[in-house]
């Protein structure tokens, strides 16, 4: 991230906030947006997991936002076209460098299920992690990491627990997902999407050449185009398209439900699968919670 574009005051950072402030936070450190119209364009994700057993982090609190501009025009004073992404990381609402095992899990989440090609990612100097995308369809993406240790002892701090920030992270994703639908659907899923338009005009054009009325009347009434009437290829084809669009955006990135069933609607790559940095991830989900 230019440091030209970053604009801040540590008197900011202090104790008054409380944890459900760090869109503000975030907004203040990095922005300082002044005109809310621009921070409402701004596609943005958050997601808080907490650990409350295991003794050695007891009381931690991990909150993540992701904050994406489609556009050049919904930027302020932001550097735009960027290929790369300055992780923010805070602690106890100090800004500090990220430690080693949060950066693992930066890189070895599954980014592309959100539209995301993580193309690689290094730690700088001065302990920022940085992530650099391949082929980023947005003007720009901020991400910023919160840890706050509750009521603890100095000398009892440590590393965030990476199971509570891949938590945290992965509620991030799926809220930024859910909050602005077929936006951000997953790299395999828009290989699909490409294909949804040829698809759509050749059963438009099989329906509408067909000689039988009365299947042409059916296929229309099926597609809630009425019937009786005559409904144009066009009218088919848009209709077709919408709804296998819409039904491709549904599946996208959907988990498995059973044992037995498909994991993914479509079977895409999972960057994390095969990653040496991913660490189990479930065996400990019962320590921890979201909210």
């Known amino acids: 991230m230019d440091s030209t574009c970053i604009l801040y005051n540590s008197g900011m950072m202090n104790s008054s906030y409380c944890c459900s402030d760090i869109l503000d936070i975030i907004s203040k450190f990095i922005l300082l947006l002044s005109d809310s119209h621009v921070r409402d364009r701004l ?4 997601g808080s997991a907490k650990n409350s057993d295991r003794r050695r982090d007891k ?15 919904d930027l302020s004073c932001w ?56 082929n980023l369809t947005f003007a720009r993406v901020d991400i910023a990491i919160h840890t ?3 009521i603890v002892q100095e000398w009892q ?30 790299c395999h899923g828009k290989k699909i999407l490409e294909y ?16 039988d ?22 009218a088919v084809r ?16 959907k988990e498995k439900a059973e044992d037995g069933a498909p994991p993914y609607l479509f079977e895409c790559e999972k960057l994390d699968e095969d990653s040496p940095l991913l660490d189990e991830e479930d065996g400990d989900d019962d320590m921890i919670f979201d909210f």
């Open 43 to 46: 596609k943005v994700g958050t």
């Open 59 to 73: 009381g931690l609190l991990v909150e993540i936002a992701i904050m994406v501009a489609h556009t050049a025009s």
């Open 79 to 134: 550097m735009v076209n960027c290929s790369s992404t300055q992780v923010l990381h805070f602690q106890d609402f100090v800004p500090c460098p990220i430690s080693q095992s949060s950066f693992n899990v930066l890189m070895s989440m599954d980014w592309q299920s959100f539209g995301f090609k993580l193309k690689g990612g290094f730690m700088d100097d001065e302990g920022n992690a940085v992530l650099e995308w391949d």
């Open 148 to 150: 706050y240790h509750g």
């Open 157 to 186: 701090r440590s590393e965030p627990d990476k199971y509570v920030v891949r938590k945290a992270l992965k509620l991030a994703l799926h809220n930024l997902k859910a909050n602005h639908a077929g936006e951000f659907i997953s």
């Open 196 to 211: 949804v338009p040829d698809l759509a005009q050749s059963i438009a054009g099989l329906i509408s050449s067909s000689n």
């Open 213 to 234: 009325r009365e299947f042409r009347d059916e296929c229309a009434a099926l597609l809630g185009l009425g019937s009786g009437q005559d409904v144009s290829e066009g």
């Open 238 to 253: 848009s209709c077709i398209g919408d709804r296998m669009a819409r039904i491709i955006e549904m599946g996208d990135g």
